[in-house]
């Protein structure tokens, strides 16, 4: 239990999502109540995890993707402390349809231009240029710059239709995920938010979600990730 809860490859994952783990690869009596029970007592996630509330108004619903990474979702998470990097925010960057995430950290003041180069290194080598774009209304995409470069690369620019949630609230979804997760990494280690940001992501990635039934990474590459709890399976430790 504590390996699944407490690694720096799972950095405290809720009752639900810590249950969804552990049954692919275990099974004991009374697994779930023992799972719900740890994870109750656990001290970082009480003062780490917060209710979220769902927003109350209608969002315009979005045609499903049909290929990965096909139509994406994007925002910012600003305001954080300044690393000694000069990193001061996160760029989230999330696949609508297997809800896979790039974490990227950013200073709010980046020009277009390197906004754009990280995009194109982070994203773009990765996974290719999307469809389309779904964003809040930032100035960085509503800029002639952004828009020209999305239309030169051959992608449509939504604008969503609220002051800042999302279109499909799937950047939201992603950054409530984040921002716990921050909060558990500092409250347990010390030490800059950035250095953690890697294995934020990883966690994130590997994270069974009710919504796809499965991690993003298992929707995106089509198999299990390998991590330190398959070593308990094999025997290897």
Same mark, same amino acid.
């Given at each position: 239990?504590?390996?699944?809860? *407490?690694?720096?490859?799972?950095?405290?994952?809720?009752?639900?999502?810590? /249950?969804?783990?552990?049954?692919?690869?275990?099974?004991?009596?009374?697994?779930?109540?023992?799972?719900?029970? /740890?994870? $109750?007592?656990?001290?970082?996630?009480?003062?780490? *995890?917060?209710?979220?509330?769902? !927003?109350?108004?209608?969002?315009?619903?979005?045609?499903?993707?049909?290929?990965?990474?096909?139509?994406?979702?994007?925002?910012?998470?600003?305001?954080? !402390?300044?690393?000694?990097?000069?990193?001061? %925010?996160?760029?989230?960057?999330?696949? &609508? +349809?297997?809800?896979? $995430?790039?974490?990227?950290?950013?200073?709010? =003041? /980046?020009?277009?231009?390197? +906004?754009?180069?990280?995009?194109?290194?982070?994203?773009? &080598?990765?996974?290719?240029?999307? %469809?389309?774009?779904? #964003?809040?209304?930032?100035?960085?995409?509503?800029?002639?710059?952004?828009?020209?470069?999305?239309?030169?690369?051959?992608? *449509?620019?939504?604008?969503?239709?609220?002051?800042? !949630?999302?279109?499909?609230?799937?950047?939201? &979804?992603?950054?409530?995920?984040?921002?716990?997760?921050?909060?558990?990494?500092?409250?347990?280690?010390?030490?800059?938010?950035?250095? @953690?940001? !890697?294995?934020?992501?990883?966690? @994130?990635?590997?994270?069974? @979600? %009710?919504?796809?039934?499965?991690?993003? @990474?298992?929707?995106? /590459?089509? &198999?299990?990730? =390998?991590? #330190?709890?398959?070593?308990?399976?094999?025997?290897?430790?």
């Amino acid at each position: 239990l504590g390996e699944a809860h *407490k690694s720096k490859l799972s950095i405290h994952p809720g009752a639900t999502k810590m /249950y969804q783990d552990l049954k692919r690869m275990f099974w004991w009596f009374k697994m779930k109540k023992e799972v719900a029970q /740890y994870v $109750a007592t656990c001290l970082i996630c009480q003062k780490a *995890k917060i209710e979220h509330q769902k !927003p109350a108004r209608m969002l315009q619903p979005l045609d499903i993707p049909e290929w990965k990474w096909d139509n994406i979702a994007m925002d910012f998470v600003v305001g954080l !402390p300044r690393t000694t990097h000069k990193f001061d %925010s996160i760029w989230v960057i999330v696949d &609508r +349809l297997t809800k896979s $995430a790039h974490f990227l950290p950013i200073n709010i =003041r /980046y020009s277009l231009e390197k +906004l754009t180069e990280l995009y194109i290194r982070e994203i773009v &080598r990765l996974h290719g240029v999307p %469809s389309s774009i779904i #964003s809040n209304r930032d100035p960085r995409f509503t800029s002639k710059f952004w828009g020209s470069l999305h239309k030169a690369l051959g992608t *449509k620019l939504h604008l969503s239709s609220t002051y800042h !949630p999302q279109t499909d609230e799937q950047s939201e &979804r992603t950054i409530q995920s984040l921002k716990d997760l921050l909060r558990a990494c500092v409250l347990e280690d010390s030490g800059s938010w950035d250095q @953690y940001l !890697p294995l934020i992501e990883f966690t @994130y990635n590997n994270s069974s @979600y %009710s919504s796809i039934g499965m991690a993003p @990474y298992e929707a995106l /590459y089509g &198999r299990k990730c =390998r991590t #330190s709890l398959c070593w308990f399976e094999t025997g290897e430790i």
